[in-house]
């Protein structure tokens, strides 16, 4: 296996059990902006991460959403791109549908990519060019042929705010589910057709996923029908995602905007 992938999964497996350890226990919120909060278990878990991966590889670059960003990583070759702590709502709501994120880049593109839910223990696992595997077995995007009968993974923010109620006659079912990142494994192990998201999200959200969709066989783009190019000095994509299985991402991606 690669040495890559073996370090990310251990390091994704230890902030899981540190994150673990605040889980419906009492911790400290704070709130980063409208609906955005963050916890200690963020940060115990970024820390651990950023100690653990750095010293296993020092001449990588870091990006992660909860360390104050450096310019530093945009001369690197390679960078690990991490979200200790996706789906952070759901969290702290006591849902399970929330994962330790960690990726790494070279040159732009996603290279591995680790999913772990500390709460299920479903680890997401894949490497460029070794295909994508859940808790070891391969995993492969899947498709119905009619769009009508497509289960489309969304945020339950986006739900909520109606966003999504032009669609609901449209796919087979739109179903709601916390975390970007875990909605990304998903989909990558054809337990859903299509992740959409019809509002921008940050590279840390989805970098892991994406290596894990396109071992897969699937492909993520922006709405703007563009595939992402990482470690950028912008993070944020706009202005908004699809992914999974290509014919079904073409299909979607064309309702999306029409």
């Not at 001369?75 to 952070?88: A, C, I, S």
């Not at 808790?135 to 339950?156: A, F, H």
């Not at 079912?173 to 192990?189: C, D, H, N, P, Q």
């Amino acid at each position: 296996m690669n040495s890559n992938l073996n370090i990310a999964i251990h390091a994704a497996k230890e902030a899981g059990s540190l994150i673990l350890n605040y889980y419906k226990a009492d911790y400290e919120i704070k709130d980063k902006g409208y609906h955005n909060p963050v916890t200690t278990a963020d940060f115990a878990a970024d820390s651990y991460l950023k100690k653990t991966l750095m010293e296993a590889r020092p001449e990588y670059g870091w990006l992660s959403e909860e360390t104050v960003d450096s310019p530093d990583r945009l001369n690197k070759e390679r960078v690990w791109v991490v979200d200790p702590l996706d789906g952070t709502k759901e969290f702290v709501e006591g849902v399970p549908n929330f994962v330790v994120s960690v990726a790494l880049v070279e040159n732009g593109k996603p290279i591995v990519g680790v999913l772990f839910n500390p709460v299920t223990k479903e680890t997401f696992t894949a490497s460029d060019g070794d295909g994508a595997f859940l808790d070891g077995k391969p995993i492969q995007c899947i498709t119905k042929e009619n769009v009508n009968e497509m289960v489309i993974l969304n945020s339950r923010s986006e739900t909520r705010r109606g966003l999504w109620e032009p669609f609901d006659k449209t796919f087979g079912e739109l179903k709601a589910i916390g975390s970007v990142a875990y909605k990304l494994g998903l989909t990558a192990a054809g337990l859903a057709d299509i992740f959409a998201s019809l509002r921008p999200k940050n590279e840390w959200d989805i970098c892991a996923g994406n290596c894990i969709i396109n071992e897969a066989g699937g492909k993520l783009i922006d709405l703007n029908g563009k595939q992402r190019i990482y470690n950028q000095e912008n993070t944020l994509i706009t202005p908004g995602l699809i992914a999974g299985e290509i014919d079904a991402v073409n299909k979607t991606h064309n309702i999306l905007t029409a």
